[in-house]
């Protein structure tokens, strides 16, 4: 039997008069790969939003509940710190800076004083190898497609001991072969225990 990973309850957001969201409930089980599909402005990003902390405890009515605890995220580092982790539609990548430069951006290998490119670059080697993407991590971010950097924001956030990974619409961008590589990839993660929701508005997904 599954447990509950998961719980949303009556959540509700509202910018100005406009509500965004209305006494919304959702369950996600361990190990699942849960979709959430719905029409453009349905409310599927602003849902995640408050899960992940951008739209702060406080600013939503409702309960969040993440391995049976009550969260009150305040930003998007305090549920990184859980285990969950979003990737946008618009990716989190620097352009100019190298694969390993962005996958540890902001938590930097070495000390204060000094970063070890060393353990950089062989700490992003092993989890670019699990997500199967065989580029030198010494690439810059803007010398690869999107279907690449998607590979790129998937390995980061196994970099952050990911349990809950969520990712918004991140086939829009892609062909049909990259989608059905990034989808595939999903099912392996869910092997090694990764619950996964995905955002769409694509039923055949």
């Known amino acids: 039997m599954s447990r509950m ?58 309960d969040i509940l993440y391995n049976g605890e009550v969260c009150k995220f305040q930003k998007i580092k305090d549920s990184e710190k859980k285990g969950i982790v979003i990737i946008h539609q618009e990716l989190a990548l620097v352009p100019l800076l190298s694969i390993a430069e962005n996958m ?30 065989k580029e030198s991590t010494h690439t810059l971010i803007k010398d690869i497609g999107v279907g690449k950097q998607q590979l790129v924001e998937i390995a980061k956030a196994l970099g952050k001991n990911v349990k809950l990974l969520i990712l918004d619409e991140p086939t829009a961008s892609l062909n049909d072969r990259e989608s059905k590589a990034l989808l595939d990839l999903l099912l392996e993660l869910k092997k090694q225990g990764i619950t996964s929701i995905i955002i769409s508005h694509k039923l055949n997904e």
């Open 104 to 133: 540890f951006l902001g938590n930097e290998r070495g000390s204060k004083a000094k970063i070890d490119w060393d353990e950089t670059h062989h700490k992003a080697r092993e989890l670019l190898d699990l997500v199967g993407l």
């Open 5 to 62: 990973l998961l719980e949303m309850q009556h959540i509700t957001k509202t910018f100005g008069p406009v509500k965004a969201l209305s006494d919304v409930n959702l369950q996600v089980q361990e190990g699942e790969i849960h979709a959430l599909v719905g029409e453009n402005g349905a409310g599927k990003s602003t849902l995640m939003n408050v899960l992940s902390g951008i739209y702060q405890y406080g600013s939503y009515s409702g």
